[in-house]
T-cell receptor, first 110, second 119 residues
Framework: GENVEQHPSTLSVQEGDSAVIKCTYSDSASNYFPWYKQELGKRPQLIIDIRSNVGEKKDQRIAVTLNKTAKHFSLHITETQPEDSAVYFCAARILDQFYFGTGTSLTVIP | GAVVSQHPSRVICKSGTSVKIECRSLDFQATTMFWYRQFPKKSLMLMATSNEGSKATYEQGVEKDKFLINHASLTLSTLTVTSAHPEDSSFYIC???????????????FGPGTRLTVL
């Protein structure tokens, strides 16, 4: 199956600063890349996604970029707030299956 | 958005018993559902793809006789952990992707998860 790597595993930022999380994938057939936010003990929630025919997508403070040639995609959160603290997962979809990165625990320090 | 439910949310059982977990799509049909396992502070590991009306497709390293999957209808998939042991203790999450006409929507919707503890 697909192999998705995610970095960093933990990230601490001061409130108001930006946070960037990066993922790489191995299979060029992957065509859909969602990002999920998961709070402790809860289900993952989709926060933004990007399809393989798009290079960048933005939704308010959140943006995702995709480089198909290099097979990597990144999540950017600007003006971080304490409620952004959570674990973030990237994923890549190939055919019907979703494969997840290892997660990034983001802490926003007030 | 679409809603996926899971039952039970939490189960504690003795070693050697079997546990069934249900995953339901409440407001859409799902010909395919997915089962994941998540260890504390770890990522979601895809265990198997549940296909309505046919056998599930298991990921490498997942024992199909240990984790029985049945997808009997377009809105229900079940995962049965047979002869559970303490090492099976984990957070199990299902997800489903809506089928819209002749095109499957990209977005997947997760159930709330089931915390299994095997004593």
């Amino acid at each position: 199956g697909e192999n998705v790597e995610q970095h960093p595993s933990t990230l601490s930022v001061q409130e108001g600063d930006s946070a960037v999380i990066k993922c790489t994938y191995s299979d060029s057939a992957s065509n859909y890349f969602p990002w999920y936010k998961q709070e402790l003990g809860k289900r993952p929630q989709l926060i933004i996604d990007i399809r393989s025919n798009v290079g960048e997508k933005k939704d308010q403070r959140i943006a995702v970029t995709l480089n198909k040639t290099a097979k990597h995609f990144s999540l950017h959160i600007t003006e971080t707030q304490p409620e952004d603290s959570a674990v973030y997962f990237c994923a890549a979809r190939i055919l019907d299956q979703f494969y997840f990165g290892t997660g990034t625990s983001l802490t926003v320090i007030p | 958005g679409a809603v996926v439910s899971q039952h039970p949310s939490r189960v504690i059982c003795k070693s050697g018993t079997s546990v069934k977990i249900e995953c339901r799509s409440l407001d859409f049909q799902a010909t395919t559902m997915f089962w994941y396992r998540q260890f504390p502070k770890k990522s979601l590991m895809l265990m198997a793809t549940s296909n309505e009306g046919s056998k599930a497709t298991y990921e490498q390293g997942v024992e199909k006789d240990k984790f029985l999957i049945n997808h009997a209808s377009l809105t229900l998939s079940t995962l049965t952990v047979t002869s559970a042991h303490p090492e099976d203790s984990s957070f199990y999450i299902c997800s489903a992707t809506p089928w819209t006409g002749n095109r499957r929507d990209n977005e997947q919707f997760f159930g709330p998860g089931t915390r299994l503890t095997v004593l």
